[in-house]
């Protein structure tokens, strides 16, 4: 079974740009997540989507990040403008349903200068 | 916001050493999953429990869920290099979205 697919794997940009990262989960897989790792810390949720509804996006930056998951598939997460705090792991998983625990990517790692 | 707190930060041991991870939340949960992350990589589930006070054992790694559902353990027996990495704990609510502990992070030394 292939796995949760991520890219870019890095990326440096400058602050006030903008950036995207591209997730395509496991095949079958309904519910597709964000989370952002900040360094030395656990994953915090971004967003949720159950097939390319949005489930739960409480916790999204709206003013600067957006996300999306058209044909319930690929999930695309932008950040325009960036900032210095954005700089973290970006990783997106998938899965059946949680009891069955997620599969994640290997994540993309963000650097903000 | 269903908080877990995990404990300890950092652990740095010698190898054949035992240890214990201790994850700890006031909000009950229907399930706790245990995972690891080596570094550039994302976290691997290593085991999901869901009844009180349930023990599951992974070879040398045993995992227990609290009686009441907020808490969690996870004893390493014999701790060995390969075992080095982040453990995260993740609690599990009925809106079927995980909420992660800070991690802890193991290192063994030969």
């Known amino acids: 079974e292939a796995g949760v697919a991520q890219s870019p794997r890095y990326k440096i940009i400058e602050k006030r740009q903008s950036v995207a990262f591209w997730c395509n989960p496991i095949?079958?897989?309904?519910?597709l997540y964000w989370y952002q790792q900040i360094l030395g810390q656990g994953p915090k949720l971004l967003i949720q989507f159950q097939n390319n509804g949005v489930v739960d996006d409480s916790q999204l930056p709206k003013d600067r990040f957006s996300a999306e998951r058209l044909k319930g598939v690929d999930s695309t997460l932008k950040i325009q403008p960036a900032k210095l705090e954005d700089s973290a792991v970006y990783l997106c998983?998938?899965?059946?349903?949680?009891?069955?625990?997620?599969?994640f990517g290997s994540g993309t790692r963000l650097t903000v200068v | 916001t269903q908080l877990l707190e995990q404990s300890p930060q950092f652990l740095s041991i010698q190898e054949g050493e035992n240890l214990t991870v201790y994850c700890n939340s006031s909000?009950?949960?229907?399930?706790l999953q245990w995972y690891r992350q080596e570094p550039g990589e994302g976290p691997v589930l290593l085991v999901t429990v869901v009844t009180g006070g349930e023990v599951k054992k992974l070879k040398r790694l045993t995992f227990q869920f609290g009686d009441a559902r907020k808490d969690s353990s996870l004893h390493i027996t014999a701790a060995q290099t390969g075992d080095t990495g982040l453990y995260l704990c993740a609690g599990n609510n009925a809106g079927n979205m995980l909420t992660f502990g800070g991690g802890t992070r193991l290192m063994v030394k030969p």
């Open positions: 095949s079958g897989h309904a519910t």
């Open positions: 909000s009950v949960f229907s399930s």
């Open positions: 998983a998938s899965s059946l349903a949680s009891q069955y625990g997620y599969t």
